[in-house]
């Protein structure tokens, strides 16, 4: 969710990550955005590393 402070978590996806991570459960982006851009999302929250691919529509 974005709002006017930026990009914000949605209540719980952190612990989901953090839950589907620790199972083992490989976790991928499918965007058509650019990838810097979904880089530069996940970064920003402190999920990219939950990440093993990250595929963009460029």
Same mark, same amino acid.
């Given at each position: 969710? @974005?709002?006017?402070?930026?990009?914000?978590? @949605?209540?719980?996806?952190?612990?989901?990550?953090?839950?589907?991570?620790?199972?083992? @459960?490989?976790?991928? @982006?499918?965007?058509?955005?650019?990838?810097?851009?979904?880089?530069?999302?996940?970064?920003?929250?402190?999920?990219?590393?939950?990440?093993?691919?990250?595929?963009?529509?460029?």
């Amino acid at each position: 969710m @974005i709002d006017k402070d930026g990009l914000q978590e @949605i209540d719980g996806t952190g612990d989901l990550l953090t839950y589907l991570h620790d199972k083992r @459960i490989p976790l991928v @982006i499918a965007s058509s955005n650019n990838l810097d851009d979904i880089k530069s999302s996940m970064s920003s929250l402190n999920f990219l590393h939950y990440f093993s691919a990250l595929a963009s529509g460029q």
